[in-house]
């Protein structure tokens, strides 16, 4: 029976690791931190958005140019597997109106739990506190709080050590300097699905921070995104701006700033807005026609007061128009510690067609270690659990060729 260390346990680990266990392997899964998942257990806080239940092809579009990359592991373990695998551990899952999966209990912790006694009796041996600080004549070192070295050797090693967003709860990014001291190339880790920042006057700030804008269209370019947003003290976060994030993280890097463009009543055309307003009882304060006649809540009434530098159009069809195109100046955005995942990445050029390293032999590379990205929305995970799975099985594969 061969060895197999796996490195990270998070999604891609953890389904990195049930795959080889159950083809008969003996498997041990480190991580730097207490306990395994925790990543997980954060993102089970909003219910754990498993996956999404949209088309495989449309699905496959979330993933930009990675996905030709990514597309073989996903088709493999599509959001049917996923939420099979769901059921077996007995977490049955459901459709939500927007077309997300959860599972029936809302929460990460039964799945995960279950999970973990899946492991175990699969044989998985667990460590923990262990940093990894790279190879010694191949064989994974790692390092405990009190610096004592410790070294593990393996006939196969799975890195899933994630991106670097979340640090607290364990992937902080450090392992790219290892892999790129081994003549690795990696792509820089940056912020995705992440708030950005809006030089908003005091006074909406003040009134409007915490507040949602719901149901509103917002453009880049020939990019939109149709959802919600929150107004935070320093700018925009929320579903509605995250699928812009890649976007608008270049527009900023290549000009400085990003003007997005609001449309607060998407599905209403400007004309019936504009007819709308002309229908205002004469002597109506613009807030009342605003809010009675446009149909904007309050914050939307002040987001269309911000766009237009404080002075509003008067003229039925001028305002209307502003009402589809309200234009908000982005001037930066979230570090990466406050990302709700990370850009970047091991180069796909570094990995072959079974996720292993060309240039270490033997050791494979799954999860958000891997120059992709995708919007919130069960993206994310589904592809974490479909490249572990990847992974997985070209571990598997290999030691079967001897």
């Known amino acids: 029976m061969s060895n197999v260390v796996v490195i990270g346990g998070g999604p891609a680990g953890l389904m990195a690791a049930d795959v080889i266990a159950a083809a008969g392997h003996g498997v041990t899964i480190v991580d730097r931190m207490p306990s395994f998942g925790r990543k997980l257990l954060m993102a089970g806080r909003g219910g754990l958005n498993l996956t999404h239940s949209e088309p495989l092809d449309r699905l496959l ?134 708030g950005f920042d809006v030089a908003w006057s005091d006074i909406f700030r003040d009134r409007f921070e915490g ?62 807005i504009a007819r709308s307003i002309g229908d205002a009882r004469k002597g ?14 309050p914050v939307a009434a002040g987001l269309l007061r911000e766009g237009a530098g404080g002075k509003l159009p008067t003229a039925p069809a001028d305002l209307a128009a502003l009402v589809k195109a309200v234009p908000i100046r982005i001037s930066g955005m979230a570090p990466l510690d406050k990302a709700i995942s990370s850009a970047g990445g091991i180069r796909f050029d570094e990995v072959d067609a079974r996720f292993m390293l060309k240039k270490q032999p033997g050791v494979f590379v799954c999860g958000e270690m891997l120059d992709w990205e995708a919007p919130t929305g069960g993206y994310l995970l589904q592809a974490c659990f479909a490249t572990g799975r990847a992974a997985g099985e070209g571990v598997v594969a290999r030691l079967a060729a001897g």
């Open 61 to 194: 579009t979330r993933y930009g140019e990675a996905v030709f990359r990514l597309r073989g592991a996903i088709m493999a373990f599509p959001p049917e597997a996923l939420r099979a695998f769901a059921a077996d551990l007995g977490e049955e899952t459901f459709v939500g109106s927007s077309g997300r999966v959860f599972p029936k209990s809302f929460k990460a912790s039964p799945l995960l739990r279950a999970w973990g006694k899946r492991l175990a009796d699969l044989g998985v041996t667990s460590r923990t506190r262990l940093r990894w600080t790279g190879f010694a004549e191949g064989v994974p070192v790692f390092r405990d709080a009190a610096g004592n070295e410790e070294r593990l050797p393996a006939d196969a090693v799975v890195l899933a050590l994630g991106g670097a967003s979340w640090p607290r709860l364990g992937s902080d990014g450090t392992w790219t300097t290892i892999l790129e001291d081994l003549g690795i190339a990696v792509a820089p880790l940056t912020p995705t699905n992440c």
């Open 284 to 297: 109506d304060s613009m807030a009342n026609v605003l809010r009675k006649n446009a149909g904007l809540a």
């Open 211 to 272: 507040s949602p804008l719901k149901r509103v269209a917002i453009r880049l370019d020939d990019e939109v995104s149709i959802g919600e947003a929150m107004v935070t003290r320093r700018g925009l976060e929320g579903g509605a701006i995250y699928p812009l994030s890649a976007a608008i993280r270049d527009r900023i890097a290549a000009e400085g700033s990003a003007t997005v463009i609001f449309d607060l009543r998407p599905g209403v055309a400007a004309e019936e």
